[in-house]
């Protein structure tokens, strides 16, 4: 039982710190509501264990060989985390069923996972310290662990965004919200790239 505690303690110390996916996931809440932001909590949580299941199965040697993917996948990343800071950033402030804005999205959720350098040094991490010599039962035991784990950690950003919402009733303070997420995202991708 220790191991799955421990297990428990690097998942949620890596899933319910600040980053992009929970950025997203407290902006979803308060422009969306928690039930239409739970898309993106899934999304974020399958593309995130599915990252986390593929490394433990061997996917660090294929990032041992090639290096470069690393690189391609940090670019990539801020690239993204950029764009979604955008659509933010020029957000009109309108919150409800008139606004022609799609709402968060189970796909948008992984794509964030893959894209983020975050997810992949945690899953690096996390299956090296609890899983380093491939054992699958360590692996699935990890995964399944992580799943949770995550799933609520985002979740609770997502929540805490619908606790929000009820303070930004006007567009203009919705304009506020949203230009300060998105100066978060931004700052999250000038990170990537100087670290």
Avoid at 74 to 81: D, R
Avoid at 158 to 185: C, D, I, S
Wanted: proline residues 4%; contains cysteine; positive net charge.
């Amino acid at each position: 039982m220790t191991v799955l505690l421990s297990m428990a303690a690097f998942a949620l110390a890596s899933s319910i710190s600040p980053g992009p996916v929970n950025v997203v996931a407290l902006s979803a809440g308060a422009q969306h509501g928690f039930t239409a932001s739970m898309r993106h909590v899934t999304g974020a949580t399958v593309g995130f264990t599915l990252l986390l299941l593929l490394i433990g199965l061997g996917l660090h040697e294929l990032l041992a060989h090639f290096p470069n993917l690393i690189d391609i996948v940090k670019w990539a990343g801020v690239g993204f985390l950029l764009y979604m800071a955008f659509k933010l950033a020029v957000d009109d402030g309108k919150l409800g069923a008139d606004k022609p804005t799609r709402g968060p999205s189970f796909a948008y959720g992984a794509a964030m996972q893959w894209l983020n350098p975050k997810a992949w040094l945690a899953s690096l991490a996390g299956m090296g310290a609890y899983a380093a010599d491939g054992d699958g039962r360590l692996v699935w035991q990890f995964t399944v662990v992580y799943f949770v784990v995550c799933y609520l950690s985002i979740a609770s950003w997502a929540y805490a965004g619908t606790f929000l919402r009820r303070y930004l009733q006007e567009p203009k303070h919705v304009r506020l919200f949203n230009r300060v997420m998105a100066a978060l995202l931004a700052a999250s991708a000038l990170y990537l790239l100087i670290a």
